[in-house]
């Protein structure tokens, strides 16, 4: 039987929720990917928005090396059978449809596009038999200071040093303030702390105008997520922000009464990302 939508994000809610209960503010660093992330056996393109989330607490909770998955059909195609009793893990495909209504006073007739996320089944590699996974040997970046900063400059990101104390966004001035880098326990920290901000700055109403119309504690998600996705771009291991420890029962709040706000909050987070790295991904 095919799962539902409201069970699909249900499913994903608690899996994000479970991960927040046990890892604290970590909670990123186990599933965002460094190098190249989860990607498709069929078409070879990544994985992306909600489906990376989704593969990559897959991959943490199953110790699973590779990042190939592909759907039943699919790998049989390729003769690797899946494994006797091997549980499918569930992505989005978006499908959309067209809902026209009639204005029963006016006879205005609107026409609205509707899109939804289906649930669909695919495998991980080391779920087949006979295949040798694609495992990608990383080397984290040894300057992720200069990788990080980088973007900044590429996407003429005005960063400044007014305040030493702490890191923020302005959007009525459109600048981001930074503490100096030697002030970090890490380079890794400076420069996902800096991703963190970057992804806010894309909310600014020039951009994606998020900024207006989100909930404070749901942006700080979308820029928590934001920064894991640049710094797995940038083969960056993600650092946690300390101070997101405040808005974890927040977000395990509002997960568990509405979870599809996760699947907003993840496209909304490579909307930045892919923005800022200048990626043109097509759905997936």
Request: proline share 5%; aromatic share 10%.
């Given at each position: 039987m095919a799962m539902t939508t409201t069970e699909f994000h249900k499913q994903v809610g608690e899996q994000v929720i479970a991960a927040m209960q046990s890892a604290g503010t970590n909670w990123t660093k186990g599933w965002a990917p460094i190098g190249t992330g989860p990607f498709s056996l069929s078409t070879g393109r990544p994985y992306a928005g909600i489906n990376v989330l989704i593969l990559g607490l897959a991959k943490m909770a199953n110790n699973w090396p590779a990042n190939e998955f592909g759907t039943f059909n699919a790998w049989r195609a390729h003769?690797?059978?899946?494994?006797?009793?091997?549980?499918?893990?569930?992505?989005a495909i978006y499908k959309s449809y067209v809902k026209t209504s009639v204005?029963?006073?006016?006879?205005?007739?609107?026409?609205?596009?509707?899109?939804?996320?289906?649930?669909?089944?695919?495998?991980?590699?080391?779920?087949?038999?006979?295949?040798?996974?694609?495992?990608?040997?990383?080397?984290?970046?040894?300057?992720?200071l200069t990788a990080m900063d980088a973007v900044a400059r590429d996407n003429n990101v005005d960063v400044r040093n007014v305040d030493l104390a702490r890191a923020f966004y302005v959007p009525s001035q459109h600048y981001v303030n930074m503490p100096q880098a030697q002030q970090f326990d890490s380079m890794e920290s400076y420069a996902c702390t800096l991703g963190h901000e970057m992804t806010h700055w894309t909310g600014h109403k020039s951009m994606f105008n998020r900024?207006?119309?989100?909930?404070?504690?749901?942006?700080?998600?979308?820029?928590?997520?934001?920064?894991?996705?640049?710094?797995?771009?940038?083969?960056?291991?993600?650092?946690?922000?300390?101070?997101?420890?405040?808005?974890?029962?927040?977000?395990?709040?509002?997960?568990?009464?509405?979870?599809?706000?996760?699947?907003?909050?993840?496209?909304?987070?490579?909307?930045?990302a892919d923005f800022l790295m200048k990626v043109e991904r097509a759905e997936s």
């Amino acid at each position: 039987m095919a799962m539902t939508t409201t069970e699909f994000h249900k499913q994903v809610g608690e899996q994000v929720i479970a991960a927040m209960q046990s890892a604290g503010t970590n909670w990123t660093k186990g599933w965002a990917p460094i190098g190249t992330g989860p990607f498709s056996l069929s078409t070879g393109r990544p994985y992306a928005g909600i489906n990376v989330l989704i593969l990559g607490l897959a991959k943490m909770a199953n110790n699973w090396p590779a990042n190939e998955f592909g759907t039943f059909n699919a790998w049989r195609a390729h003769g690797y059978p899946v494994k006797r009793g091997a549980k499918a893990t569930y992505v989005a495909i978006y499908k959309s449809y067209v809902k026209t209504s009639v204005d029963v006073e006016t006879g205005n007739e609107d026409v609205q596009n509707i899109r939804f996320a289906k649930a669909f089944p695919v495998f991980n590699a080391a779920q087949v038999q006979g295949y040798t996974p694609k495992i990608e040997d990383v080397e984290p970046i040894r300057d992720p200071l200069t990788a990080m900063d980088a973007v900044a400059r590429d996407n003429n990101v005005d960063v400044r040093n007014v305040d030493l104390a702490r890191a923020f966004y302005v959007p009525s001035q459109h600048y981001v303030n930074m503490p100096q880098a030697q002030q970090f326990d890490s380079m890794e920290s400076y420069a996902c702390t800096l991703g963190h901000e970057m992804t806010h700055w894309t909310g600014h109403k020039s951009m994606f105008n998020r900024l207006d119309n989100t909930e404070y504690a749901f942006e700080e998600l979308v820029a928590e997520l934001g920064a894991a996705m640049l710094a797995g771009s940038l083969n960056i291991s993600p650092v946690p922000r300390d101070d997101h420890a405040k808005y974890l029962n927040n977000w395990i709040a509002k997960l568990s009464a509405e979870p599809k706000i996760i699947f907003t909050a993840a496209a909304r987070a490579r909307e930045a990302a892919d923005f800022l790295m200048k990626v043109e991904r097509a759905e997936s």
